[in-house]
């Protein structure tokens, strides 16, 4: 009798940030059709934060590293059914939520947007997680 169970496989990456294994955890992990991803922020390839003072850019560069994330793992930004946003100020969310809705406008996943105090350096502004389902299908 062969199993017909799916297959929930589970597959993990880091992004190499440096405290990944001091905290224990990976940037993100894939379970079946599940994917999830950590919090995630503006760093560049060498981990420069990019576009300091701006939240803007700093949403820009953070999609794009959440994207990467997805990436190695097979998911798309299409798959992304919820983001959560942290900013350092409120007061500054539309830059983060132009910045935000350019890339999912039409993908429209669920969302949250919460004023923290602060993040892991000074100078970061927003922190994004985001959860996919691969071959989620969209109904309106």
Not at 19 to 41: D, F, K, M, N, Q
Not at 44 to 60: E, F, I, L, R, S
Not at 71 to 91: E, F, N
Request: charged share 25%; net charge negative.
């Amino acid at each position: 009798m062969r199993d017909s169970r799916p297959d929930w496989t589970r597959t993990q990456k880091g992004s190499g940030a440096p405290w990944e294994p001091i905290a224990g955890y990976s940037r993100v992990v894939r379970v079946g059709p599940h994917v999830l991803v950590a919090g995630t922020t503006a760093t560049d390839a060498d981990g420069n934060v990019v576009g300091v003072g701006d939240p803007y850019v700093q949403t820009k560069q953070t999609i794009q590293n959440v994207e990467k994330a997805l990436a190695s793992v097979g998911a798309r930004l299409t798959d992304v059914v919820r983001t959560r946003m942290y900013v350092v100020d409120i007061l500054r969310w539309e830059a983060v939520a132009r910045a935000h809705g350019e890339v999912f406008g039409e993908i429209r996943p669920v969302t949250a947007m919460v004023e923290v105090s602060r993040l892991i350096a000074p100078e970061m502004l927003v922190e994004i997680e985001a959860d996919a389902i691969l071959s989620a299908q969209t109904e309106e």
